[in-house]
């Protein structure tokens, strides 16, 4: 079995730090990821810079992309002129994403849900009119700082129309780190009969993310989010913290025998050379412990 690691470090990983990188420090950590195997990357934002100073300069960012035949390549939006600035680069793919509850939207994309998935219908349009593919990720998907809970019945219905819009993959962001592995189990589960590749972007705020990963991976999602060091959090959801960390999904991807086309050993070094450049320990746990192999089941 093989499924697509997407690390989106770059973006989710750095967009909550206080120290802003440099685009040209940015994109060598894309280059670095990509040199490891990493076959798909969300490299930027196209988002207001006021509202996100950490994503300011993403155009440079993808100006420095070294290879672009190592790896796919992708950029987030949350509008259409999010994807207008996208439009004039040469990635490869676009992230849409919109959020599962109405305040969240509010807060985060300015937009109702509906107005948002009415965006990402346009959006999905024009990428694959561009010849792009165009994933679109439902955040707070398990739950919201704002409205609390969120049922799984909602989050299935909601699913339905982000395969209306055309989209080529859906993925649930656990945006805010509650979710449980029989949430996930269920909600994946669900999706997988829409007919699309399910993913899952995890956070491991209350340290559930490497076993919801697992219950994601039993229930069928073939597309895996992680942030290279764990690094990760979102400036309008508070108290969420770092994503699930890249080479903690692959060891244990690796260790149930599935394939990402990932080394391992180079990606804890990408880690190693990150926690210098940010100025101290990253939340993974792998990168500090370093791989092994363990005894297939």
Known sequence: M?????????????????????????????????EAGVPRIEA?????????????????????????????????????????????????????????TEEFSRRNANASIDESLASAARVVGRAHADGRSASVSMSVAFGCPFEGAVEPSHVSRLAEEVVGTGADEIVFADTIGVAVPSQVRKVVKGAVKLGRPVGIHLHNTRSTGVANAYAALQ?????????????????????????????????LLHGEGVETGIDLDALIGVAQWLEGVIGRELPGQVYRAGTFAPVAG
């Open 219 to 251: 229930a069928g999602a073939t597309i895996f989010d992680g942030s290279v060091g764990g690094l990760g959090g979102c400036p309008f959801a508070p108290k969420a913290t770092g994503n699930i960390a890249t080479e903690d999904l692959v060891y």
């Open 44 to 100: 930027v934002s196209f988002v207001n810079p006021a509202r996100v100073p950490a994503m300011a300069g993403a155009e440079d960012v993808v100006d420095r992309i070294v290879d672009w035949d190592r790896a796919t390549y992708a950029g987030l939006v949350l509008n259409e002129r999010g994807y207008e600035r996208l439009a004039g680069t040469p990635l490869h793919a676009a992230h849409f994403t919109f959020a599962a």
């Open 2 to 34: 093989r499924v697509t690691v997407c690390d989106v470090g770059p973006r989710d990983g750095l967009q909550n730090e206080a120290r802003t990188l440099p685009p040209e420090t940015r994109a060598e950590l894309v280059n670095r990821l990509a």
